[in-house]
């Protein structure tokens, strides 16, 4: 990754009659970096990569992909990226090399130069030996790979992905992040969307769309140290219920919730909160056997963010 952004988004929006489907987002995405667009089911994700590949138009702001202006020159945008859409869409009685000869048609690339790259894109999506198979006869794993592959036969600086793991096994999900990464290791840049938390720690950043709104952004790790201001620690008691049901009635404490013979808590002040914590169990009979300050997780951040931007709208 380096400094060089390839997509720039200001104030972009889009309405469906009266409805606001992406309201004055703003990002950018650097050169080579893997970046993540998280969000529920009709947060805006398709609708803002449909607006950043040209297909669909913008209504207001500006969207520079790979140094054009995607509104101005549509055309020169398509031929630098490649698009992967949430239903895959491969030819099913096609095989495998006639899906990825077509699409290289589709691209514009001269036929030595298709078949030179069929077989470098083989190799990526590891689908050496089934060129001859019908897209059809594939499991639903290895149609991700070859709609990875019909998406970068020619190539591409920049690739978008809309939801390409929703609908495969986990083993899959794992295997074709590991194409990301190799093809990220060449130098290309990765725009992906998914609703899989735990696939947001495979970004180098990522941003969290809510309701057509962007209500976070950043790495992983900074939006785990910085998105919640209270601290949460981690409560290991004997007595987890008593425990529990204590920490419950303090108005000072928020969020307490329990996890096996664990509790979580969220607090201001971590060095007072032990100090009370330890007096009032003591003085109820109830043995504390640790307690930990913890960073929250991605699914606590989110559901923090969401719910904060849920109770400022209403
Ligand atoms: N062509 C369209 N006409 C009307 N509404 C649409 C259209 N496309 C998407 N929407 C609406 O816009 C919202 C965002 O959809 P979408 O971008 O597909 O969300 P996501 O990909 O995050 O699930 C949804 O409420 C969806 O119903
Ligand atoms: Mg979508």
Same mark, same amino acid.
């Given at each position: 990754m380096n400094n060089e952004s390839a997509?720039?988004?200001?104030?972009?929006?889009?309405?469906?009659g009266s409805f606001i489907a992406v309201d004055d987002i703003s990002f950018d995405v650097m050169k080579g970096e893997i970046f993540g667009f998280l969000g529920a089911n009709g947060a805006g994700k398709s609708t803002t990569i449909r607006m950043l590949i040209g297909v669909l138009s913008i209504d207001k702001g500006e969207v520079i992909v790979g140094g054009y202006d995607v509104g101005r020159k549509p055309d020169t945008v398509k031929g630098i990226i490649g698009y992967m859409s949430q239903?895959?869409?491969?030819?099913?009685?096609?095989?495998?090399?006639?899906? $990825?000869?077509?699409? %290289?048609?589709?691209?514009? *690339?001269?036929?030595?130069?298709i078949s030179k790259r069929i077989s470098q894109v083989l190799a990526t999506?590891?689908?050496?030996g089934r060129e001859k198979a019908k897209a059809e006869e594939l499991s639903g794993g290895l149609k991700q790979r070859l709609a990875l592959g019909c998406s970068i036969i020619h190539k591409p600086e920049i690739i978008f992905l809309d939801e390409p793991t929703s609908g495969v096994d986990p083993?899959?999900?794992?295997?074709?992040?590991?194409?990301?990464?190799?093809?990220?290791?060449?130098?290309?840049?990765?725009?992906v969307t998914t609703h899989f938390l735990e696939e947001a720690e495979y970004c180098n950043r990522i941003m969290l769309m809510?309701?057509?709104? $962007?209500?976070?952004? %950043?790495?992983?790790?900074? *939006?785990?140290?910085?998105?919640?201001?209270?601290?949460?620690?981690?409560?290991?008691?004997?007595?987890?219920?008593?425990?529990?049901?204590?920490?419950q009635r303090q108005d000072w404490i928020s969020d307490v919730s329990?996890?096996?013979?664990?509790?979580?808590?969220?607090?201001?002040?971590?060095e007072k909160a032990k100090e009370r914590i330890y007096k009032l169990c003591q003085s109820s009979n109830i043995e504390i056997i640790n307690i930990r300050k913890i960073m929250p997780s991605l699914e606590d951040v989110f559901i923090h963010l969401v719910e904060e931007k849920n109770s400022h709208a209403s």
């Amino acid at each position: 990754m380096n400094n060089e952004s390839a997509i720039t988004v200001r104030n972009l929006s889009k309405k469906f009659g009266s409805f606001i489907a992406v309201d004055d987002i703003s990002f950018d995405v650097m050169k080579g970096e893997i970046f993540g667009f998280l969000g529920a089911n009709g947060a805006g994700k398709s609708t803002t990569i449909r607006m950043l590949i040209g297909v669909l138009s913008i209504d207001k702001g500006e969207v520079i992909v790979g140094g054009y202006d995607v509104g101005r020159k549509p055309d020169t945008v398509k031929g630098i990226i490649g698009y992967m859409s949430q239903k895959f869409s491969l030819y099913t009685d096609l095989t495998v090399e006639e899906n $990825l000869h077509f699409y %290289g048609r589709t691209y514009g *690339l001269e036929k030595e130069e298709i078949s030179k790259r069929i077989s470098q894109v083989l190799a990526t999506i590891k689908l050496n030996g089934r060129e001859k198979a019908k897209a059809e006869e594939l499991s639903g794993g290895l149609k991700q790979r070859l709609a990875l592959g019909c998406s970068i036969i020619h190539k591409p600086e920049i690739i978008f992905l809309d939801e390409p793991t929703s609908g495969v096994d986990p083993i899959s999900r794992r295997n074709f992040w590991e194409l990301i990464n190799n093809l990220v290791e060449d130098g290309t840049t990765v725009l992906v969307t998914t609703h899989f938390l735990e696939e947001a720690e495979y970004c180098n950043r990522i941003m969290l769309m809510h309701s057509g709104k $962007l209500i976070a952004q %950043g790495t992983p790790k900074h *939006l785990k140290q910085n998105s919640i201001r209270n601290t949460i620690l981690d409560i290991e008691s004997n007595k987890i219920v008593e425990a529990m049901e204590l920490l419950q009635r303090q108005d000072w404490i928020s969020d307490v919730s329990i996890f096996g013979r664990h509790i979580h808590i969220s607090i201001d002040d971590e060095e007072k909160a032990k100090e009370r914590i330890y007096k009032l169990c003591q003085s109820s009979n109830i043995e504390i056997i640790n307690i930990r300050k913890i960073m929250p997780s991605l699914e606590d951040v989110f559901i923090h963010l969401v719910e904060e931007k849920n109770s400022h709208a209403s």
